[in-house]
T-cell receptor, first 111, second 114 residues
Framework: AQSVTQLGSHVSVSEGALVLLRCNYS??????LFWYVQYPNQGLQLLLK??????LVKGINGFEAEFKKSETSFHLTKPSAHMSDAAEYFC?????????FGAGTTVTVRA | NAGVTQTPKFRVLKTGQSMTLLCAQD?????MYWYRQDPGMGLRLIHY???????AKGEVPDGYNVSRLKKQNFLLGLESAAPSQTSVYFC?????????????FGPGTRLTVT
């Protein structure tokens, strides 16, 4: 079975500081991995995805994630947090044509 | 394109009542999905469909039924609502590809069962 674990249900950062959200997955086959963002009272929006090839994936709004097979990780980073980054973030792994989601990490940004 | 739309946006039901949530997509996607979102649990798959006329159970199907009579629509039914079904429901759709096609999500339906 494939699953996703997000470490830390809440992360608080200062504006301008590094954002680091951790995601580990378990998969018996090479995975397809995704990060989604959910702003308050909205649906989920794709930030980025890893399929094959380059292990450093760049997404929208300045986010990027690195696939590390040896660590079974797909951590999400942004060098400098902005107030607009306050949201909930979900890591997901593709299982056949379905997605298995982590529990989510809520990011708050302090001025 | 409207993308994925959901009707209604909010609903309050009494225990035992029934209702149907409608999802529509205008992207000609083959696959459609229904999820529920509860605090601290991420999104859990209720039912999904890989094409018109086909449906399958997901992770938490009990108490729900679905139908996909038209390719663009995916309906989620609650025959006898229970307080445990209080949640936010999301519909999603995706292409059929050999690679990792992402899912596109609707804005959600907030359901409260009293």
């Amino acid at each position: 079975a494939q699953s996703v674990t997000q470490l830390g249900s809440h992360v608080s950062v200062s504006e301008g500081a590094l954002v680091l959200l951790r995601c580990n997955y378990s998969s018996s086959v090479p995975p397809y991995l995704f990060w989604y963002v959910q702003y308050p009272n909205q649906g989920l929006q794709l930030l980025l995805k890893y399929t094959t090839g380059a292990t450093l994936v760049k997404g929208i709004n300045g986010f990027e994630a690195e696939f590390k097979k040896s660590e079974t990780s797909f951590h999400l980073t942004k060098p400098s947090a902005h107030m607009s980054d306050a949201a909930e973030y979900f890591c997901a792994v593709r299982v056949d044509y379905k997605l298995s989601f982590g529990a989510g990490t809520t990011v708050t940004v302090r001025a | 394109n409207a993308g994925v739309t959901q009707t209604p946006k909010f609903r309050v039901l009494k225990t035992g009542q029934s209702m149907t949530l409608l999802c529509a997509q205008d992207m000609n996607h083959e696959y459609m999905y229904w999820y529920r979102q509860d605090p601290g649990m991420g999104l859990r798959l209720i039912h999904y469909s890989v094409g018109e006329g086909t449906t399958a159970k997901g992770e938490v199907p009990d108490g729900y039924n679905v139908s996909r009579l038209k390719k663009q629509n995916f309906l989620l039914g609650l025959e006898s609502a229970a307080p445990s079904q209080t949640s936010v429901y999301f519909c999603a759709s995706s292409y059929v590809t050999s690679g990792a096609s992402e899912q596109y999500f609707g804005p959600g339906t907030r359901l409260t069962v009293t």
